[in-house]
């Protein structure tokens, strides 16, 4: 609607983006503050979909060849705030604890400062650096949201069967992830390619399975769970589709 304006249309589009975003953030706070589900599980709810419902609306930022990256640099601008957010909440300038309980595991303000804070810089630079055009940005924010936020709630359920060299992981936890994450790649490849940003095709499908493979693997190793999965996920989906793709 707003295609001759570039400026109005990505205002336009930070104001919707960042709406959806907000009422997702507020729903899990809210069930977080009634307790209609597990702590843990409404963590991971937040993780799962926040980051998936902000890529869907990456197409309404400008496609103006000569804005060039301006529709990639306000769309990363939604998520960076939600960095600077983190690093009120985790350093205790700001006080809000229903954002508190609803994304992090015991509780602790602190908790902040490391996962939620990984996974706003994530999106934010897969955005900012890759944007849509590029299938990293898609295996980046689909391994961590999708890949890693199953494998926890499957693996919480159903993983009785551990790793052999991660008594902290499952099997089936595992293979969730890399189900999850590889599906959550082909949906937003076919989903951006309908828009033209990407060109789809089996060597695609074929380097978004490696990368959740890869990614799935990193998450399962006890290194992984010392520093944080949301810094260790995203790093090894970018570093191997650096090669795949």
Same mark, same amino acid.
């Given at each position: 609607m707003f295609a001759e304006n570039p400026v109005v249309s990505?205002? $336009?589009a930070t104001v919707l983006s960042g709406g959806i975003a907000l009422s997702l953030l507020r729903l899990w706070e809210?069930?977080?503050k009634r307790g209609l589900f597990d702590q843990k599980l409404n963590r991971k709810l937040v993780h799962v979909s926040v980051g998936l419902a902000f890529m869907l609306c990456w197409p309404m930022f400008s496609n103006c060849p000569s804005s060039g990256r301006q529709g990639a640099i306000i769309a990363s601008l939604v998520p960076a705030v939600?960095? $600077?957010k983190m690093l009120l909440l985790g350093l205790g300038i700001w006080k809000d604890y229903a954002t508190v309980k609803s994304m992090s595991r015991f509780g602790d303000h602190r908790e902040l400062l490391k996962g939620p804070l990984y996974y706003a810089s994530t999106i934010t630079l897969a955005g900012a650096i890759y944007?849509?055009?590029s299938p990293i940005a898609i295996a980046a924010i689909c391994n961590l949201c999708a890949g890693d936020g199953i494998a926890d709630i499957v693996g919480r359920r159903f993983g009785s069967h551990k790793l052999p060299y991660n008594r902290n992981k499952s099997i089936v936890g595992s293979i969730a992830m890399a189900t999850a994450g590889f599906l959550a790649c082909i949906g937003y490849m076919h989903y951006f390619s309908s828009f033209g940003y990407v060109q789809?095709?089996?060597?695609m499908v074929l380097g978004f399975l490696v990368v959740s493979l890869a990614a799935s693997l990193v998450e399962s190793h006890p290194l992984s769970t010392e520093l944080d999965d949301n810094l260790t996920v995203p790093l090894a989906s970018v570093l191997v589709g650096s090669f795949v793709f």
């Open positions: 990505d205002v $336009i809210e069930t977080a939600n960095i $600077i944007w849509r055009t789809e095709s089996p060597k």
